[in-house]
């Protein structure tokens, strides 16, 4: 008999977890309120001690800041769900099996790759200068790329695994990755100012991250929500960026943000108008 009563609580524990699960029951507010709680102390520290920059133009508090996405989104999913819920949330960084339109593993894997081409063509077209001799290092792939997949991870499950849910029902698709992609920007201000960019640099690099924003959730959208598709592309976005043909001169992604960041937004701007601003998956030429 007791048996029977503790698998009936069970059973409804599990449905209240399921009914609190849903995404209106989230709060975006309250995951960018505790997404700059948490990275703001950082910041300040980063000021006051001279902290030495590491290999890729990273800092330790560049690198702990990095996680405050997936733990403010811990921390909240824990209190509207309790422990089945964060559970949930980290299997969903493994949600391959959501693609089920096997297409959709093409833009994944070859869009940021096609994006970096671009750039390098545009400019060498405008006759821009660019390296003469460039090593590419192809032994440092894995690294680079595990490295970049867990900083992916760490953004990701916060800002798609948490916050754009509740925004796209309320706001739609694209005006909620506008909303999540400027304090994502903005949240990469103290680290762009420490490498020494000024201010055009930075209004360049909001355009370019406001509009990788737009890309991600298009993926996310015609991916069946897929959170792991979301990292793979932005892992491998990140990952262009280090492999990007360069020399002890020329970094042409440090030296022409405006080439770099608009070839993102106009690729952007053709996701949104192909697709449709409100859930970008209607693909207007079905």
Not at 8 to 16: F, R, S, V
Not at 219 to 248: E, M, V
Not at 256 to 275: E, L, M, N, R
Request: glycine share 6%; proline share 6%.
């Amino acid at each position: 008999m007791l048996a029977i009563i503790s698998k009936h609580e069970k059973e409804l524990h599990l449905t209240t977890i399921m009914n609190n699960s849903k995404p209106e029951n989230h709060s975006p507010l309250k995951f960018f309120l505790l997404v700059y709680g948490l990275s703001i102390p950082l910041w300040i520290i980063e000021t006051r001690i001279d902290i030495k920059r590491l290999p890729l133009d990273f800092s330790i508090t560049d690198i702990l800041a990095a996680f405050t996405p997936l733990i403010a989104a811990s921390i909240l999913v824990y209190k509207e769900e309790g422990r089945i819920g964060t559970n949930q949330l980290f299997k969903r960084i493994l949600d391959f099996s959501r693609i089920t339109k096997k297409i959709w593993c093409v833009p994944i894997i070859l869009l940021p790759f096609l994006m970096y081409l671009l750039i390098y063509i545009t400019i060498h077209l405008i006759g821009l200068p660019l390296p003469i001799k460039f090593h590419f290092p192809f032994l440092s792939i894995p690294f680079l790329f595990s490295l970049f997949f867990l900083g992916s991870v760490v953004e990701e499950t916060g800002y798609m695994g948490y916050a754009i849910d509740p925004m796209q029902e309320r706001f739609g698709a694209l005006s909620a990755s506008i909303l999540v992609g400027i304090p994502w920007a903005v949240w990469h201000y103290p680290s762009i100012i420490q490498q020494g960019h000024n201010l055009t640099w930075i209004a360049w690099a909001t355009l370019g991250t406001v509009a990788v924003r737009v890309l991600i959730v298009w993926i996310y959208n015609n991916t069946g929500k897929s959170l792991f598709a979301c990292i793979l592309f932005h892992t491998l976005l990140n990952l262009g960026r280090p492999l990007f043909p360069k020399d002890g001169i020329h970094n042409p992604l440090v030296d022409y943000p405006y080439v770099h960041y608009s070839i993102i937004a106009i690729t952007a701007g053709i996701v949104v108008f192909v697709w449709g601003s409100k859930t970008l998956t209607r693909y207007r030429y079905i």
